[in-house]
């Protein structure tokens, strides 16, 4: 059984950043990839940011260059730095982490970005 547990969500007004951890623990073997996506009430789930099973990153086209994924392999934690925050960033964020070629999802974590 493995466990993802979020955190560092939160209300930033735009222009602000904020730092979302990923921990998984539990029966970790190998980690495949490690990823964030992110909802906004009514549209699809869309992916953030991740890495890859060779591990290179990948961003979306809305959030290039103000957003960092990071990890720390000792921790089996994945992070998304968020910087130059928008209002359209608003959404709940998820992780996603492939162990062993089978996918884990947190429970989410909400970033609002309001003045």
């Known amino acids: 059984q493995v466990q993802l547990v979020e955190s560092g969500g939160g209300l930033v007004q735009p222009g602000g950043s904020l730092r979302l951890s990923c921990a998984a623990s539990g029966s970790i073997f190998s980690i495949n990839a490690m990823a964030w996506y992110r909802q906004a009430p009514g549209k699809q789930r869309e992916l953030v940011a991740g890495f890859t099973s060779s591990g290179r990153t990948h961003y979306s086209d809305s959030v290039k260059g103000r957003f960092t994924i990071s990890r720390d392999n000792a921790k089996n934690t994945v992070y998304l730095e968020m910087n130059s925050l928008k209002p359209e960033d608003t959404a709940v964020y998820v992780c996603?982490?492939?162990?062993?070629?089978?996918?884990?999802w947190g429970q989410g974590t909400q970033v609002t970005v309001s003045s």
């Open positions: 996603k982490v492939v162990i062993v070629n089978t996918p884990y």
